[in-house]
Nanobody, 124 residues
Framework: QLQFVESGGGLVQPGGSLRLSCAPS????????IGWFRQASGKEREFVARISWDGSRISYADSVKGRFTISRDNAKNTAYLQMNSLIPEDTAIYYC?????????????????WGQGTQVTVSS
């Protein structure tokens, strides 16, 4: 019964912005660290951003630092990824998941409860 529903993806021109949302089904987010990952066609899944359960610790991949912002609203039981200054290399399916590791990690293998993902396409 535990799963995520990602939304907010779409087609956007280079330099544009999108805001992705991640809403769980069957549980609440307030005790979990959340990570965003992406997977481009023919490539491995890669880390994008992570936020701790209380929002006090945040980390980003170097490729998105300064352009993307991860946030969460535990009252709304939703996590977000604001993506600005998008470039074609950002094109991928974006996923959110729960970090169940005892220490912060960027490895997708330590995350659980993956959703179906939402497609982001950056093209002119």
């Amino acid at each position: 019964q535990l799963q995520f529903v990602e939304s907010g993806g779409g087609l956007v021109q280079p330099g544009g912005s999108l805001r992705l949302s991640c809403a769980p089904s069957g549980f609440t987010l307030d005790t979990y660290a959340i990570g965003w990952f992406r997977q481009a066609s023919g490539k491995e899944r890669e880390f994008v951003a992570r936020i701790s359960w209380d929002g006090s610790r945040i980390s980003y991949a170097d490729s998105v630092k300064g352009r993307f912002t991860i946030s969460r609203d535990n009252a709304k039981n939703t996590a977000y990824l604001q993506m600005n200054s998008l470039i074609p290399e950002d094109t991928a399916i974006y996923y959110c998941a729960v970090d169940l590791s005892t220490t912060p990690t960027t490895s997708f293998r330590r995350y659980e409860y993956w959703g179906q993902g939402t497609q982001v396409t950056v093209s002119s």
